[in-house]
């Protein structure tokens, strides 16, 4: 065993280059995904013909999300392994901005208050 071998708190060996990586990716995801949503709220709400007030409702809400999620992931840190509750976390965030990249390119998906919904077009092809 090497004497400069990273070890967590209980002992057990770590891959420190691993573990910045994720942290590094998990945060600049979470600000990425803020930045888009602030630089796109007047596409948003042209698109979804609402005014700018409404659309701004969407960022408060993923603010009001962000901060209920502090004691949730608090509870959840007590009841499950940090490690796979982070890689688990982070892949549910990926998927779910996957989905919504390819919702926002797509000529039959639409984001319509939260779901996907498929236009009335696509059925009389």
Known sequence: ??????????????????LIASL???GFLTVLTETILNNGLADIARSLSITTATAQWLSTGYMLTMGIMVPVSAFLLNRFN???LY?????????GTS???VASNSTNWTPNSGRF???HHAFHA
């Open 117 to 119: 919904r498929w236009h």
């Open 82 to 84: 940090s490690r796979n």
């Open 24 to 26: 590094l990716i998990g």
């Open 99 to 101: 989905i919504a990249f």
């Open 1 to 18: 065993m090497k004497s400069n071998q990273n070890l967590d708190a209980d002992g057990r060996p770590y891959n420190r280059g691993l």
């Open 87 to 95: 890689l688990v976390a982070l892949v549910i965030f990926i998927i």
